[in-house]
């Protein structure tokens, strides 16, 4: 350049015209340049605006948006490739504004993605037929653990028992020594009960059957009492067809003046007869229980086999659906009642029991197994 600087300044015409010549074209080409990047700009001003403005409520529309602006080939792409036409000083303030328009593009394809789909999803869905007949709701049943015990109440309600509930979690004075348990029982030891705390002033432990709650019913009420005791028990035993860890029980309380054994009889007999049917036949067979005295299990005609003899029944014909017995006098005074002055009866049975026996279902296990299949039987 500074060769041809020095021979412009030579005074010559000749040189004095290449030197005009060669400054008004550079000033020309500059120009150019500067007119170039102001419709650049302007173009990308336009653009921005035309992005914002389109519309697109189907996936031909947004296609179209997509290929024009942000595709290989579309508007974004060819400005970036004019990028080489700009000065060297100017491309910073051009790239600037061409990332700018990248992301108006880009946040306009994502909008316009999300309002195609939305209405894509609202057509896919088939319109409602005013004319068909309405589909009803599937309702459930209920679970035959709660229908038996709400028939269970229903039946003593209507003879004068009353409901009676206390906590799951007990102490052992009403769990075990209240009831005259022996301090070397066998329920008191950890392979049959589920304890909670052990420690020489008061062991805690989930209750192993409601018989707590008629300590408790029998310490805050004085007589006459006659109410029944609901709710879930716990016991240390394996899982089985015909046992479980846990399983409700219900338990009925007598108490007043004058009650006997004749008066346990008639109660149960009367239950049997509502529960299971007129036909069914209760015997009483002796037993031993520490909070009665003296005691008797009750057992039904076996439901499965009518008294023929089955695997159910242990081919005796007979089922055992509870235990029961006069109050013993020993209870009686740990809960403060005369023993003298008053007598009175309990009975306890599973509720899981009688509903295998009414049901005639074998496996205590499809109680709490949730299954829909065996659920809507009932």
Request: aromatic fraction near 12%; hydrophobic fraction near 35%; proline fraction near 4%.
């Amino acid at each position: 350049m500074a060769k041809y600087k020095a021979y412009f300044y030579k005074k010559d015409d000749i040189g004095l015209l290449f030197y005009d010549i060669f400054f008004n074209l550079r000033f020309e080409s500059n120009t150019s340049k500067d007119k170039s990047m102001q419709e650049q700009l302007s173009q990308i001003n336009q653009i921005i605006a035309e992005i914002k403005d389109f519309q697109a409520d189907t996936k031909d529309k947004l296609e179209t948006f997509k290929s024009k602006y942000i595709g290989k080939k579309g508007e974004v792409a060819s400005l970036f490739e004019q990028m080489k036409n700009i000065a060297a000083e100017q491309r910073k303030a051009f790239g600037i504004e061409l990332n700018r328009l990248k992301e108006v593009a880009q946040d306009k394809f994502k909008e316009l993605s999300e309002t195609v789909e939305a209405k894509t999803q609202v057509s896919s869905s088939k319109p409602n037929d005013l004319t068909l007949p309405p589909v009803p709701y599937a309702l459930g049943s209920i679970h035959p653990l709660v229908q038996t015990r709400a028939r269970i109440v229903e039946i003593f309600e209507r003879i004068g028992f009353t409901q009676s509930e206390a906590t799951e979690i007990e102490d052992d004075y009403h769990n075990f020594t209240a009831l005259n348990f022996p301090p070397n029982h066998p329920a008191r030891e950890m392979q049959d009960t589920f304890f909670i705390e052990k420690n020489q002033t008061s062991d805690m432990l989930l209750r192993t059957h409601t018989s707590s709650v008629q300590i408790r019913l029998m310490q805050q009420q004085k007589p006459p009492i006659r109410s029944l005791m609901i709710g879930r028990v716990y016991r240390n035993e394996a899982i089985s067809a015909r046992a479980h860890c846990l399983f409700h029980q219900v338990e009925g309380l007598y108490v007043d003046e004058n009650v006997g054994f004749a008066d346990l009889k008639q109660t149960l007999y009367h239950f049997a007869k509502e529960l299971f049917g007129k036909d069914i036949k209760v015997r009483y067979r002796p037993s031993y229980f520490p909070f009665t005295e003296p005691s008797a299990e009750i057992d039904i005609t076996c439901l499965i086999c009518k008294g023929k003899g089955c695997n159910v029944c242990k081919y005796s014909g007979w089922v055992e659906i509870a235990g029961s017995g006069m109050v013993h006098p020993n209870v009686l005074e740990n809960c403060g009642i005369d023993s003298e002055k008053y007598t009175g009866f309990a009975f306890g049975m599973g509720i899981e029991r009688i509903t295998m026996l009414k049901y005639q279902i074998k496996d205590l296990r499809l109680f709490t197994e949730n299954d829909v299949r065996f659920l809507r039987q009932f």
